[in-house]
């Protein structure tokens, strides 16, 4: 029994009363959060650390931006092969397990025109750099937060 991806979705949450593909975008989601976090704990420690002078710590942080940007890539790439994986894996329930559902009418469905999905691709696409550029201005401002807090600091000891 062939089904399309939609079909398995119904199945799949019938079978498990959850969204397989909800539950594993968010186990994806939480492993970019911890990666996220990691990068921010080990700037926030750069920025912290008196061992080195503010150039040197500029250029690291720069550096790990790029370094940031690289994994995030390489994690969204790892993400949707993982989700993909584990849908044909864990996840896969036998044919004969399925429960048959009623298909809405043929009437009802809207034709996908390829012009709107190639722009809603693209508006993802943009909000998903946008989230990026949103994270980034976030470590970069507690950055910017700690080290005024560290200067108050200094300034209230004097």
Same mark, same amino acid.
């Given at each position: 029994?062939?089904?399309t +991806? @939609?079909q398995m979705?119904i199945?799949? $949450?019938?079978?498990? /009363?959850l969204?397989p /593909?909800?539950?594993?975008a968010?186990? /994806?989601?939480i ?16 920025v912290? %650390? ?7 710590k500029? +250029?690291? /942080?720069?550096?790990l %931006?790029?370094t #940031?940007?690289m &994994?995030?890539e390489?994690?969204n790439?790892?993400? +949707?092969?993982?989700?993909? #994986? @584990?849908?044909? &894996?864990s996840l ?6 399925f429960i048959?559902?009623p298909m809405? +009418?043929? &009437? %009802? ?5 390829p $012009? ?6 693209q @508006?993802?696409?943009?909000? *998903? @750099?946008?989230?990026?550029?949103? *994270?980034?201005?976030c *470590?970069?401002l $507690?950055?910017?937060?700690n080290?005024?807090? $560290?200067d108050?600091? *200094?300034?209230?000891e004097?």
């Open positions: 029994m062939e089904c +991806a @939609e979705d199945h799949h $949450k019938a079978f498990f /009363s969204e /593909s909800l539950f594993l968010d186990l /994806s989601n492993a970019m959060d911890v990666c996220a976090d990691g990068f921010d704990d080990f700037e926030r420690q750069l912290e %650390s008196d061992v080195l002078d503010q150039q040197s500029t +250029a690291l /942080s720069q550096v %931006s790029q #940031y940007n &994994t995030l390489s994690l790439v790892a993400a +949707a092969n993982f989700e993909r #994986y @584990e849908q044909l &894996t896969a329930v036998p044919p004969e397990l048959e559902q809405p +009418a043929a &009437t %009802s469905l809207e034709p996908i025109d $012009k709107q999905e190639a722009h809603l691709d @508006e993802l696409a943009e909000l *998903r @750099e946008q989230v990026l550029q949103a *994270r980034l201005a *470590r970069q $507690k950055q910017q937060l080290m005024v807090d $560290k108050l600091s *200094r300034a209230g004097a």
